[in-house]
């Protein structure tokens, strides 16, 4: 199997020469470092300059990196680095004590655009995105499906109706099935209709341990008048199909290094304000609203995953307590002692088998918050070609 090494100038020339004797050498590429290092020391294959420009050339000609660089020159997030780089070419990167295989993705049958929808992380926005992505794609004419995967989706592919309602929503979190898995709500907060696809564990680059994605894939393209699959991310899970384009959605704060794999596959990067993102990505914003209008007069308990507040709405009571099931009965608790007539909740965590269902015990109303990206128009569209 043909290898592209990575060594340094730390190392005593012949001692790296003997490992490199051992190789099937692809290329040799020098990431710096000259303690130890004399003139003349490496073979002609052996390049130096930037590591990265380097590993891109030469990836066609090899199967794997084998890192025989250390400490100072290649500490362990400079691994990672060039390991993200080495996935997002298709090769295999091994060091000492660790190997990362490049994630495989299934081809899917469908003639129309495959998009896709991956993040950096839990709560990014994904959801949001991938719908909001899904709307704008309607109003041109095309009808996308959704496929969305989940740690809660269903054991088998499940269509979701675009009128998906929350006595529907009831239902299935009566018969068990967790009612707010991200494949419902973008069916009810985006109108269209999506596939539910259940998914477990998550590589480091992005892939679970197994899916049933491209079922679900499957099972949208062959659905009448598709003319676009979207596929949402769980995650920092990127679902695996292929797919023609591809956004990041990248979170608050510093990201991984092996993160950077996400960001390699992507056409086009998508940043909270506050998140640590290259300069190149269009920065964007969540404005959370209510789907429903909040009647005039109406006491509202506010239940959310983080927003503790809603511009428009006057909440007597605010939670972001909807993915900590214990703190969240306290504030239902709250709400109902407060008299609370409406309950604004996002469709996600346990918005339906608690937050919805303690509503409707009451004989109050629930509605809906969705989660609006603001200022990425004009990107999605152009990235999916509209």
């Known amino acids: 199997m043909a290898v592209i090494a990575l060594i340094d100038g730390e190392h005593h020339p012949r001692a790296v020469r003997d490992a490199l004797e051992r190789l099937d050498l692809a290329g040799v590429i020098f990431c710096g470092g000259e303690e130890k290092l004399a003139p003349r020391s490496w073979p002609e294959l052996a390049r130096g300059g930037d590591p990265q420009a380097e590993l891109r050339r030469l990836a066609p000609e090899a199967d794997a990196v084998v890192d025989l660089a250390d400490e100072p020159v290649q500490p362990t997030s400079a691994k990672l680095e060039l390991a993200a780089l080495a996935l997002h070419l298709g090769l295999r990167y091994e060091a000492p004590g660790l190997r990362l295989e490049a994630p495989s993705y ?99 680059a992005g892939a679970p341990f197994e899916s049933n994605v491209a079922a679900g894939a499957a099972l949208a393209a062959k659905l009448p008048d598709v003319g676009a699959l979207i596929f949402e991310g769980s995650g920092s899970c990127i679902p695996p199909v292929e797919a023609d384009r591809t956004v990041c959605v990248i979170g608050p704060g510093p990201a991984e290094p092996l993160r950077r794999y996400a960001l390699l596959r992507s056409q086009l990067l998508l940043a909270h304000r506050d998140a640590d993102a290259p300069g190149d990505a269009l920065r964007f914003e969540l404005r959370p609203e209510p789907v429903d209008p909040v009647p005039d007069g109406a006491r509202v308990a506010l239940f959310t995953t983080g927003a503790p507040a809603v511009d428009g709405v006057d909440a007597v009571l605010s939670s972001t307590n909807l993915a900590r099931r214990g703190a969240l009965g306290d504030d239902l608790e709250r709400a109902a002692a407060a008299g609370c007539d409406v309950y604004l909740t996002e469709l996600k965590a346990a918005a339906i088998d608690t937050v919805a269902r303690h509503a409707a015990g009451r004989g109050a109303r629930t509605i809906f918050l969705r989660n609006r990206p603001v200022g990425v128009d004009d990107a999605l569209m152009e990235l999916a070609g509209a």
Do not use: N
Request: glycine fraction near 18%; charge should be negative.
């Open 106 to 204: 299934a081809s899917v049958d469908f003639d129309g655009p495959k998009l896709a929808v991956i993040g950096t992380g839990k709560r990014t926005g994904k959801t949001a995105v991938a719908g909001h992505w899904a709307g704008l794609l309607r109003q041109t004419g095309v009808e996308p499906v959704m496929v969305c995967m989940g740690r809660g989706g269903p054991a088998e592919p499940t269509l979701a109706a675009a009128d998906t309602s929350l006595d529907d929503l009831l239902a299935l979190a009566d018969a068990g099935a967790h009612a707010a898995s991200d494949y419902l709500e973008g069916a009810v907060l985006a109108g269209v209709r999506t596939v539910g696809c259940r998914r477990v564990g998550g590589g480091p």
